[in-house]
């Protein structure tokens, strides 16, 4: 498997596996048409593309998600009285969000 995180839209999915099967036909046949690589080689570029600036998009919304954490945590510590269980209802958002985005980073293979 390639360490290139692509991003596939369904469209792509669809157009890449009936090239993929046309391919697979035509070399049986013995009768490979160069076309079809290229077309896949030109999906492949575009998913690859996407997903680098979704991998991006990905990473920097994770650094914010821990951001917001640390500073939600430290204002935990600093507050006190009615303050403090509000402090402690956005902590527990930020720990949401933070795993929310660590959720998402796993599934994308990241």
Avoid at 72 to 99: L, P, S
């Amino acid at each position: 498997m390639s360490e290139v995180y692509r991003s596939y839209t369904p469209a792509e999915k669809r157009k890449r596996a009936w090239l993929i099967l046309r391919g697979v036909k035509q070399a049986a046949a013995d009768a490979v048409d160069p076309k079809i690589e290229r077309q896949i080689d030109r999906i492949d570029a575009a998913a690859a593309e996407r997903g680098q600036r979704e991998a991006v998009a990905l990473f920097r919304q994770d650094e914010k998600a821990k951001a917001a954490l640390a500073a939600a945590r430290a204002a935990e510590r600093a507050a006190r009285g009615k303050d403090r269980a509000a402090a402690r209802d956005a902590r527990k958002e930020a720990e949401r969000r933070a795993r929310a985005t660590e959720t998402a980073l796993r599934r994308a293979g990241l």
